[in-house]
């Protein structure tokens, strides 16, 4: 818990230390969502990383090998839109193409959701096209409306926030992207709203969407892996409930929290029968994160965690799968991964305000620690190659409110809690540059 404190500690600080709040021509990410009939806009995003380490650290003893290579990506380009069929009815939906591909169709052949199943995978192209939202809402009043349909589950910053112009450096805070699916989208029903006025002013999400699937629980990315979505339905034996609150009661600051809570999720399993000798897996995910923004200086602050019973058992259940599967099948399952995060960054042309021409830039510095296996049942050995704890330093230039040029230093420690100081295997550390952009284009 002690990481909860330093993170909000060091938000809300940057908050009362600032002597104006927000204007709207200089928020961070301005975005005018206005619009009478429809709207089309998009995100998207083009990477450069210059690295000087090899691509396993887990291979031998000491980590990453020295390794000087540089890669290219487009790490997602999307296309949204919303269109009011009515006053009270819209429809939304966002497509997104990752890595400039069309990813890979997996299948189960005869058998499927039976113990003698076998899988087949057919590789087109790397990357993947998918409908990250897809959804009608139905507005009813200020403090409760309802929406039908494939969502974006607010878990954590990041996920809730993921449009490349809410956060500083060059690509998505890793922890977060580590652990958890990202975009984390669900098909469901989801009830929100917003209440209270002046200090005392909230709004929520709580949602029922499908849950995840134990097969991808893995060493490496925890429960991102757990992900459904590579067959043609998801089974939803097992639903998953999420629920988000953001307090927004001080003008430039706000502060959440948000609960995922998927009781038995090892009925969500390809085959029904993997973990009935474990009882009830009851996965629980839970995040608290802060944001705060005025016309000098932009904080933000993210903690993660969660739990996941029987993770010896889920470990030994998933080695027995073929390795025609498309799960990794690597073990041991944590019983509990954590990531917290922190960024700092200010507003040079509020300094400079007597010159008109000086560009938006914003130098930043972040923190991120994270460990997909921070605790294990007992009978499990750790690997404490997952244990990262990564610095980035770089600079922000916006020369348009909607588009953003990246470039920073990343270094990251192997096998180490500490902020600073060396851990126990090689570091690692590159440069990145994005260019990245966020706007809507044609509106009515």
Not at 310 to 315: D, K, Q, V, Y
């Amino acid at each position: 818990m002690k990481h909860i404190y330093s993170i909000l500690t060091l938000a809300l600080a940057a908050a009362l230390s600032s002597p104006q709040l927000v204007q709207a021509s200089e928020a961070p990410a301005p975005v005018d969502t206005a619009y009478q009939r429809f709207r089309v806009g998009s995100y998207g995003e083009v990477l450069t990383q210059f690295k000087n380490y090899g691509t396993n650290r887990y291979y031998g003893g000491s980590g990453s090998t020295r390794q000087h290579h540089a890669e290219i990506s487009l790490p997602r380009f999307v296309i949204a839109g919303d269109y009011k069929i009515s006053k009270k009815w819209i429809l939304g939906a966002e497509i997104e193409f990752e890595a400039g591909g069309t990813g890979q169709a997996i299948e189960m052949e005869a058998g499927s959701g039976s113990e003698n199943g076998e899988y087949e995978t057919e590789t087109e192209k790397g990357g993947e096209v998918a409908v990250e939202q897809l959804h009608i809402t139905r507005l009813i009043l200020p403090g409760l409306n309802i929406r039908a349909g494939h969502l974006v589950l607010p878990i954590g910053l990041t996920n809730s926030h993921h449009e490349p112009l809410n956060y500083f450096t060059a690509a998505r805070p890793e922890g977060s992207t580590t652990l958890i699916p990202s975009t984390w989208h669900e098909t469901g029903l989801e009830i929100f709203g917003e209440f209270g006025k002046g200090r005392a002013r909230f709004d929520y999400e709580a949602m029922i969407t499908a849950g995840l699937n134990p097969n991808g629980f893995d060493k490496y990315n925890w429960v991102k892996g757990g992900k459904q979505g590579l067959f043609e339905t998801d089974n939803f034996s097992a639903p998953a409930y999420t629920f988000r609150l953001n307090w927004t009661g001080i003008p430039g600051l706000r502060v959440g929290a948000s609960v995922f809570f998927n009781p038995n999720a090892g009925r969500n399993a390809d085959k029904f029968v993997t973990y009935d000798d474990l009882g009830r897996i009851n996965l629980f995910v839970y995040s608290f994160d802060a944001q705060y923004s005025d016309r000098y200086v932009t904080a933000r602050a993210n903690f993660l965690s969660g739990n996941i019973p029987h993770s010896l058992g889920i470990t030994s259940a998933n080695r027995t799968y073929s390795s025609k599967s498309p799960y990794s099948r690597q073990g041991p399952v944590a019983k509990r991964a954590v990531d917290w995060s922190a960024e700092v960054g200010l507003n040079l042309k509020s300094i400079f305000s007597g010159c008109e021409k000086f560009p938006v830039i914003y130098p930043f510095v972040h923190y991120n620690y994270y460990n997909t296996q921070e605790t294990g049942e007992t009978g499990l050995v750790m690997d404490d190659r997952c244990q990262v704890s990564l610095w980035s330093f770089g600079l922000n230039w916006r020369p348009l409110p909607m588009l953003v040029v990246k470039a920073d230093y990343t270094t990251r420690q192997i096998g180490t809690h500490k902020m600073f100081g060396t851990g126990k295997y090689n570091s690692e550390s590159e440069f990145r540059i994005a260019v990245a952009y966020n706007l809507w284009f044609a509106r009515r």
